[in-house]
């Protein structure tokens, strides 16, 4: 039969077989045949067909093809069964074996009757088994010996073969289990090895890494794999060797042997399968890691080229040699730490070249693309450091010149310092003059080792660096060196003929040349006097004359003294200079290494776990805006500075051109109290301690932030020395400016400092508008409303107020005791009250005390005596004060100029008696240009909206040209609109009386003016007017008005008359000008009209001590 059914497996038909009812023993026939035992099975004919042909095809399936090939040989117990069930046996058998057979031995029933009826049966009915092999017919074990051995039987056919079922079939399951997973296994590493072949190599490190990573992880799980199918095959053969272990002398049968090399075949296709798996893991792995350097080397070449190329870009940069010997210095400097900085991108491509160079000869699959980038990277370093060995070269060259050139310039200071320091007196004699002589000579000795030789070698020795300045810097230091040695020269061959000469004992007067050389340079009209003075003073002292006029030929006289005063005071300003320059480089290296070392460090992840909790996010509030202060000196004012190096007396104007960017240092030194703060918090931090370890710094962070305050006050010492020295020069004046102007910045540094402490503000301190001035004061309060206990209380116990002035608003604050430590301990204010500018008067001098001076407002509703800790505290806050007050009432003057005259030339008027309507309108709007052109005067200081006639002809205006300087000197007149008119009332010059200043009233308010009630005529102005004391019983007809009544008084026309409106009753009519003076010069009584556009409403327009009286002046003669 042929073989063609699918191969079954013991596990998939273990319960058929567990039926027993045929097994393969592992027996053989004497030519090999394999032996299949149908044991005495009394329910074989009740297993199903399907049962016993799956189990006839597994037990053939098992023996090798070449056993099965020579047949099988089937034994047939059944002794203890009847001959109907053999011969059903035997036929079923015949139809149904799927194998070749051998033989087939029956042992036949051993029942008399049952052996007689086979043997008949036999004999008559062979033909029906229709089997092509015998069937013999045995009647016992002995004769079923004589066909197969004992050996081969087992112990229930008499036989000696060890056979246990059960084990043979868990032997037959885990054979075939190992069998399955080594084919499985075979399988996963097939696909698995097919997946790595067409796995297709990243372009970058994190996929690359990525996919190493699971390739090498599926590895493993495929390596666990194949441990536990060895393990268990060995386990497999073990168990199949088990027979051995326990008895020396047994043997295994052939199917025990064919199971152990069925698994041992296998093992040794598993360990194969393994160990190339393995080898071609490694070509694998290797090729992955080797893609993995290869794509880490691209990275890394591509963040060291560009940091190579930004090094060579910042080279490039590098074009600067210099323009002083100190410059020269930092600039070697930075190079230096540029160098350093740099040499850790250059290292590191270096070991970048080395590492490629060591995958080029570890045999990297990838040597054509590595090379070209090691020769690169070689290329790019060697490149920066060529280029850094150029730079300092050509530094050290630029060293080398300023060295040089500062040389010259030391020796040619010191030459004119020598000139200038010989006694002209000493050396009329002929020993001075021969040692005068040898001094100088002496010293021009030592020009063979300071001075400049030759130009052209200058040019040519360093022809490399000479730019354009630097070459004129050249040109004039030996300028000044070839002008010294002149000098020389000619005191030399004076000198020369003195020490020749035999001089008369002459005692010559000869100015002292310390007086020289200290005293200023004097005027033109100085000097002629001078040397007037000394003409007739050599006209009364003959025998002086003739030795100075024999002198004249050797000494240079008053102007070269002069000369040489003025180069000592060159070279002052040259000093300062070089000061203001070292001292400003140093100034930016510092702030450099602060916001480098501190911190850029805030943000450096490596320093983040020293950083503690309270810095965290407050770099702002520990460095404020210095980043910002550190790029205007770096990139701006410094370099502006140097080039004012030849020229320092200029200095002055690069402080004012940048005058606006020094506001930078207000923000700083506002923020600095909180930098403190924090500071004090945090200053105990790791982080701190580190920094300043790394920077090598002996002073900690808190010293360094103080820097910016302490620069800006440095610069006004340094201008404040620069002006001495340059009092003649051409740049003083902007120096002058310049210093005013820092120390203008200063105080408002100042002033800020104190502004950000008041507390209790509700609105916004900024609408105030800029602050003018702070200071602290006693003041009393003097207020004609309230209680008179308190009035009295107020009257006499001052009270301490800090006063900020602002353009807008004078506040009055309450200064807190001061506390903390540094910039904490500050005072801060509490606000208690402001008054507005616009109704606020000023008082000048209050009797009795020079440093007091009153602040009023409301028509002296309010009166508030402030007292100055000096009189020159005081007279600064009047100027101030009356500053603000005088530019608030020119423009309400102009305003109010401009409606009057737009009135005027709207308004038709009713003409005056025998007055033409025209010619009296065109002659007053004449009139009203006339006055609108008028000068502001500070004598006058009238009401905006009451604009009277301003001061007398006589009277100077401040802001006139030629008085413009000294506006705080002119006084004001506190003499109210009396009789004398606009007069200065004389005052002692020790205690001069109330001078009332006020941009909202007609300023006649002053003390004095209450107390002496001096009331006088007055010129009116075009505006408008109320009324406070009308003539409320005039008659019906009578151009009448009442108090409260606002009129207007709209133009002056002929013959003293005025067009005046009510605008309470629309009446008008033209009334004389003598009734309305009348009507404001009553003695003792107030004057009846006042702005009704002035603050506090209605303010008066008279002295206050008098609003009291009637005034009941009747208008009927004002009727038109």
């Known amino acids: ?88 046996s035997i036929l079923r058998i015949a139809a149904s074996f799927p194998a070749n057979l051998r033989l087939v031995l029956v042992l036949r029933p051993t029942g008399l009757l049952q052996r007689t009826l086979s043997d008949l049966a036999l004999k008559f009915n062979r033909d029906d088994f229709n089997m092509k092999v015998p069937v013999i017919m045995l009647s016992s074990v002995p004769e079923l010996h004589s066909y197969i051995d004992k050996s081969q039987l087992t112990e229930d056919l008499g036989g000696t073969l060890d056979y246990c079922h059960t084990r043979w079939l868990c032997h037959r399951t885990a054979i075939e289990g190992f069998a399955l997973m080594v084919k499985q296994t075979a399988q996963m590493l097939q696909s698995f090895g097919t997946e790595l072949a067409e796995t297709e190599l990243p372009n970058d490190v994190p996929s690359t890494n990525s996919v190493l990573c699971a390739h090498t992880e599926k590895k493993d799980k495929a390596k666990e794999d194949m441990k536990l199918a060895l393990d268990e095959g060995r386990s497999l053969l073990e168990n199949i060797r088990e027979p051995l272990g326990k008895c020396g002398e047994q043997s295994l049968n052939q199917d025990q042997l064919d199971n152990q090399t069925t698994v041992q075949r296998l093992l040794d296709q598993l360990t194969e399968t393994e160990a190339a798996f393995d080898e071609f893991w490694a070509k694998h792995e290797q090729k992955l890691r080797q893609c993995l350097q290869l794509r880490q080397f691209e990275q890394d070449f591509r963040e060291v080229k560009a940091s190579l190329d930004a090094l060579a870009q910042k080279i490039a940069t590098f074009t600067d040699v210099g323009n002083s010997r100190a410059h020269a210095e930092h600039l070697l400097k930075d190079l230096a730490s540029f160098e350093d900085k740099s040499s850790a991108s250059v290292e590191r491509a270096r070991g970048l070249s080395l590492e490629g160079e060591q995958l080029i000869d570890s045999k990297h699959y990838a040597v054509d693309s590595i090379r070209p980038k090691c020769h690169e990277l070689q290329h790019l370093c060697e490149q920066v450091v060529a280029e850094v060995e150029r730079r300092r070269e050509l530094l050290s060259k630029s060293l080398e010149l300023h060295h040089l050139l500062e040389a010259s310039m030391k020796w040619c200071d010191q030459g004119i310092y020598l000139l200038a320091s010989q006694p002209v007196d000493k050396c009329q004699s002929q020993d001075g003059a021969e040692a005068a002589l040898q001094e100088i000579e002496k010293f021009l000795e030592t020009g063979a080792e300071n001075k400049i030789q030759e130009l052209s070698k200058i040019y040519q020795d360093y022809e490399s660096i000479l730019t354009k300045d630097l070459m004129e810097h050249v040109q004039k230091v030996f300028q000044k060196q070839e002008g010294m040695e002149e000098m020389f020269h000619r005191r030399q061959a004076s000198l020369k003929k003195l020490a020749a000469k035999q001089m008369r004992p002459v005692q010559p007067v000869a100015p002292r040349p310390e007086a020289l050389t200290k005293s200023p340079c004097p005027s033109p009209g100085s000097r002629r006097g001078s040397e007037n003075s000394s003409e007739s003073s050599g006209l009364r002292r003959g025998p002086y004359r003739r030795a100075k006029s024999e002198m004249s030929e050797s000494r240079p006289g008053r102007s070269s003294s002069t000369g040489d005063e003025e180069e000592g005071l060159a070279i002052l300003r040259r000093h300062v200079m070089n000061e203001l320059l070292d001292t400003e480089r140093v100034y930016v290296e510092e702030l450099l290494c602060v916001l480098e070392g501190y911190a850029a460090e805030l943000d450096n ?128 004046e902007h120096l002058q400016e310049a210093l005013s102007s820092i120390l203008g910045i200063l105080k408002a540094v100042n002033d800020s400092m104190h502004l950000i402490a008041i507390t ?250 209450e107390e002496e009630g001096r009331v006088g005529p007055r010129k009116l102005v075009p505006g408008k007017y109320t009324v406070v004391l009308g003539d409320e019983k005039g008659s019906p007809d009578a151009f009448a008005v009442r108090s409260g009544d606002v009129v207007e008084v709209v133009q002056e026309g002929d013959e003293g008359l005025w067009y005046v409106r009510n605008l309470t009753s629309s009446k008008e009519s033209w009334v004389p000008a003598s009734s309305l003076a009348s009507l404001l010069c009553t003695s003792g009584s107030a004057q009846c009209l006042s702005s009704s556009e002035s603050s506090a409403g209605s303010t008066l327009l008279s002295a206050s001590s008098s609003c009291g009286e009637s005034c009941g002046a009747p208008l009927s003669e004002l009727q038109g």
């Open 1 to 88: 039969m042929h073989r063609d059914i699918s191969p079954l497996c013991a596990a998939d038909i273990q319960d058929q077989l567990k039926k027993r009812f045929a097994y393969l023993s592992g027996g053989r026939g004497q030519d090999g045949s394999p032996v299949i035992t149908f044991p005495d099975y009394p329910a074989f004919s009740d297993v199903p067909d399907k049962e016993f042909q799956n189990v006839m095809t597994y037990l053939t399936s098992i023996p090798s093809l070449q056993d099965a090939g020579v047949g099988f040989i089937l034994v047939i117990d059944r002794r203890q069964d009847k001959w109907t069930s053999v011969k059903a």
């Open 605 to 732: 992840p490596l320093m983040a776990h020293l950083v503690s909790p309270g810095l965290q996010n407050k770099k702002d509030v520990l460095f404020g805006n210095m980043e910002e202060i550190y790029h205007f000196h770096n990139r701006i004012f410094l370099r502006e500075l140097e080039g004012y190096t030849d020229c320092p007396e200029l200095v002055g104007r690069c402080f004012l051109e940048r005058m606006e960017e020094f506001q930078i240092y207000e923000k700083y030194c506002q923020n600095k109290p909180r930098s403190e703060s924090l500071w004090r918090q945090c200053s105990d931090s790791p982080f701190f301690q580190e920094c300043q370890r790394k920077l090598d710094h002996k002073l900690s962070l808190d010293s360094y932030l103080l820097k910016p305050v302490q620069r800006i006050t440095k610069y006004q010492l340094l201008l404040k020395e620069m002006l001495k020295y340059s009092r003649s020069c051409a740049g003083a």
């Open 760 to 1009: 209790g503000y509700d609105g916004n301190l900024s609408d105030l508008g800029k602050l003018l001035m702070q200071g602290s004061f006693s003041v009393w309060t003097d207020h004609k409303k309230g209680h008179s206990k308190v009035k009295d209380l107020a009257r006499f116990k001052p009270m301490q107020r800090h006063l900020f002035l602002h353009e807008k608003a004078v506040l009055f604050c309450k200064r807190r005791e001061e506390s903390g430590e540094g910039y904490e301990k500050a005072p801060s204010y509490s606000y208690k009250q402001s008054l507005n500018m616009a109704a606020v008067g000023i008082t000048e001098s209050v009797k009795g005390d020079v440093r007091k001076f009153e602040i009023w407002c409301n028509a002296r509703e309010e009166v508030y005596i402030v007292q100055a800790p000096t009189p020159e505290v005081k007279a600064a806050w009047v100027s101030e004060i009356r500053k603000v007050l005088t530019s608030q009432l020119q423009a309400c003057r102009e305003a109010s100029q401009h409606r009057a005259l737009e009135q005027s030339q709207s308004l038709p008027l009713p003409a005056p008696p025998g007055t033409s309507p025209s010619k009296g309108t065109t002659r007053n709007i004449k009139k009203l240009e006339e006055r609108k052109t008028d000068p502001l005067s500070l004598e006058g200081y009238v009401s905006p909206t009451s604009l009277l006639k301003p001061p007398e002809k006589g009277r100077v205006s401040p802001t006139s040209p030629d008085k413009k300087a000294k506006r705080h000197e002119v006084k004001s007149d506190p003499t109210p609109f009396g009789v004398r008119g606009w007069t200065k009332t004389s005052q002692p010059s020790e205690a001069p009386e109330d001078d009332g200043w006020s941009s909202a009233e007609e300023l006649i308010n002053s003390s004095d003016a």
